[in-house]
Structures are given as structure tokens and as C-alpha cells.
């Protein structure tokens, strides 16, 4: 007997329902900032600071013991709307290679002329035959200056046919096109797209809906920037990583992984004071302060303190990128307490009546 219209009908309602919740589930608990140990005014103290001193603030998450306590967005942005991360795609294709390597496809040791046979050059150097899956993931592949790719030549083609002056594994020198080369061995690997292969894996679990990452002219997910996310899909991100690649009791990504892509892998300078000289991981930054982080171009930040059991989300349109983390330390680290603070309605009220008159300022 074929079900009545009425019940197919209540069933479709049932479906999209249950897909409305699902995708209400899949974002992050909200929470007051003093039941979660930080203090309102001190919050307020740094969206003000940020919104003078930065030019110009799009957007700002913070999420403590894994609740959201305060976001705030700078007109014309918004909660919905996705934004471009520049190099913090770096660490979403990271964790693409991370779970590769998981699944067997890959290691972090194998050559990466193995990958592209037909692509080599035809008497490649020594330091090219030397360059590892590792060394692209470290920023450490031998380059001297970045090949620029165009639509002339096959981008990876082009990147075998650069000189490779120094022993890979030796010298630091911050390499995008390198990062393109992580995704191209992703796909050549699994058959799909770094986007493509992330979505069951990462971006459904974490509930990131209809991610967008541009490609190159050979259909290869441009990994070293192009990835378009909502701010919330990036305090995801970072939260998973503070958990160690779990979320909601189930491993997304190795642990081992998370450890090794977040520590200090390579040194890059010696400058105790700036956020830039603390040592890179697999296409992670480490910090001041213990902490950890992705970023990308003009101000995007996923920043992730494990001391505070805390992520902040940050996206933006400046110039001066340390100065944006100079106020993350002053302001937002003397917001943290060890424990619930009694609740302030009044310190609540003021955070909030900020928030609402923020406006980008360019």
C-alpha cells in the first residue's frame, strides 16, 4: 500500500526540520563571558582598543571552555557571511595532509618528485630530489624566492622547474606556491580536491556549510590561500584543535597530528617580542604566550591559547598585523579568570551596546 500524500508530505516537513536543527546543533554553544571566567569590561576594553587602533576590524569571536561569550561583527560584515582567510587556508590544507597520512596515502618523509613523475624536470637538482612532503610543510623546501605562478605554465610544473638553492629542511622562507604543492599531492593521492576531500571529514562534522576555496587554471585547490568560511567556522577550527581533533567525542584528526603541526617544528627568528619569530609548525605559527595560530593576509587570525582553554576568531583588513596581536595580549589575556566570575549585567549591557554601534571603517 503506497503511503498517503499527507504522510509523505509531514515527512519531507520532518527532513527539513531535522535539517534545520542539525545545522542549529552543529554551531557552538553561547554562554555569558563571566560564566566562563572572562570578565565583560575587559572584553569591552579590547573591541574598543581593536576598533580605534586597527584599521579596519571585520570581525571578532571568543570562545572559552568551548562557548562562544561574545562576537561582534563590524557593518557591512556579518555572522553569515563568509570571508576570505588568505594564508590561514594554510592550516586548513595542513590538515588535509594530516589526514591523508592517516589514512595511509601519504608520508610526511616521501619525496616529492614521486608524486609527479611527469612533471620533473629532466635532469632535476640534487636539493629537488632531497625536498620532502615534510619540507613543504614546514616552509623549509629550499627556495631562495617564491616561483610565481600564472596561467602560462602548469603551476606545478613550475614549481619543480624553480631553482632550489639551499638543503631542503635548512633554510625557513615562507613559500605559498609550496603550500599549493601540499594540495596538488592531496589530489593526486585521494583523487579529490582538498576542498572535496575536507568535506566529510572536517567541514560537515564541524557543521561548515558550502565552504568555498578557489583553484588554479589545472582544477587544483589553490591550499596556500582562497579559502572562503564564516568567523564562527573559524573558532571551529581552532577549537578542534584545542581539543586535540576531537569534536563531540569522536576523533576527526589524529592527535599525533594536532601536535605536530602546532609545534615548533623550524625556528624563524629570535625576536622575543614578535609573534613571527617563535618557531613554524605544519603550516601553523607559534605564538607568544604559549599559544598557537593560522593567519592569513591583512588581519585573519584563528588563535588558539591551550593555558586560557581558549580560541579567537578574528578577521579583518590591515596592514599591521602584529600591532592587531599586540592588543589580543594586552586586552584579552587579563580577561581570563580560573574559575566563574560573578555575573555582571551591567559590564554585559556596556559589551553588548558596543558591539551594536561597530561599524568597518573602510
Known amino acids: 500500500m503506497k503511503n498517503p500524500p499527507s504522510i509523505i508530505l509531514l515527512g519531507f516537513v520532518a ?5 534545520n536543527l542539525a545545522a542549529q546543533v552543529a554551531d557552538l554553544p553561547r554562554s555569558t563571558p563571566e560564566a566562563q571566567g572572562v570578565f565583560s569590561a575587559k572584553i569591552r576594553a579590547f573591541i574598543e582598543t581593536a576598533d580605534q587602533k586597527v584599521n579596519s576590524m571585520h570581525s571578532f569571536m571568543l570562545v572559552r571552555h568551548g562557548h562562544v561569550v561574545v562576537e561582534a561583527w563590524w557593518r557591512p560584515e556579518s555572522a553569515k557571511k563568509q570571508h576570505i582567510l588568505w594564508s590561514l587556508s594554510k592550516s586548513f590544507t595542513s590538515t588535509a595532509v594530516g589526514l591523508a597520512v592517516a589514512d595511509g596515502k601519504l608520508s610526511v618523509d616521501d619525496p616529492v618528485l614521486q608524486f609527479f613523475p611527469d612533471d620533473a624536470p ?5 636539493n629537488l630530489k632531497k625536498m620532502r612532503v615534510r619540507d613543504l610543510l614546514t616552509m623549509t623546501s629550499g627556495h631562495q624566492d617564491e616561483v610565481k605562478l600564472d596561467a602560462k605554465t602548469p603551476w606545478v610544473k613550475a614549481f619543480l622547474a624553480h631553482p632550489v638553492p639551499h638543503k631542503p629542511g635548512t633554510h625557513f622562507r615562507y613559500n605559498t606556491p609550496g603550500t599549493y604543492m601540499l ?4 589530489q593526486k ?6 576542498l572535496a576531500y575536507l568535506k566529510p571529514s572536517l567541514f560537515d562534522p564541524l557543521g561548515i556549510r558550502s565552504p568555498k576555496w578557489d583553484a588554479s587554471p589545472e582544477g587544483i585547490s589553490i591550499g596556500g590561500y582562497g579559502l572562503f568560511v564564516r568567523t564562527e567556522d573559524i573558532a571551529k577550527f581552532g577549537q578542534l584543535y584545542l581539543q586535540g581533533g576531537k569534536w563531540q567525542g569522536k576523533e576527526l584528526i589524529p592527535s599525533s597530528w594536532v601536535k605536530q603541526a602546532t609545534s615548533k617544528q623550524v625556528s624563524n627568528g629570535s625576536d622575543p617580542s614578535r609573534d613571527w619569530d617563535q618557531g613554524y609548525g605544519f603550516q601553523f605559527w607559534r605564538c607568544r604566550h604559549g599559544a598557537f595560530r593560522g593567519d592569513g ?7 588558539v591559547l591551550p593555558d586560557q582553554d581558549a580560541v579567537i576568531a578574528i578577521t ?3 596592514r599591521d598585523m602584529q600591532g592587531e596581536l599586540n592588543i589580543v595580549w594586552d586586552k584579552l589575556l587579563p580577561a581570563f579568570a ?4 560573578k555575573e555582571n549585567p551591567s559590564a554585559q549591557a556596556k559589551l553588548k551596546a558596543t558591539i551594536t554601534q561597530l561599524k568597518a571603517s573602510r
Open 15 to 19: 527532513l527539513i526540520t531535522n535539517g
Open 122 to 126: 629532466s635532469e632535476p637538482s640534487a
Open 183 to 186: 594540495s596538488a599531492i592531496v
Open 189 to 194: 593521492v585521494t583523487g579529490k580536491t582538498v
Open 297 to 303: 593576509k591583512d588581519g585573519q587570525f584563528c588563535i
Open 316 to 318: 579583518a583588513n590591515t
Open 338 to 341: 580560573d574559575k566563574p566570575i
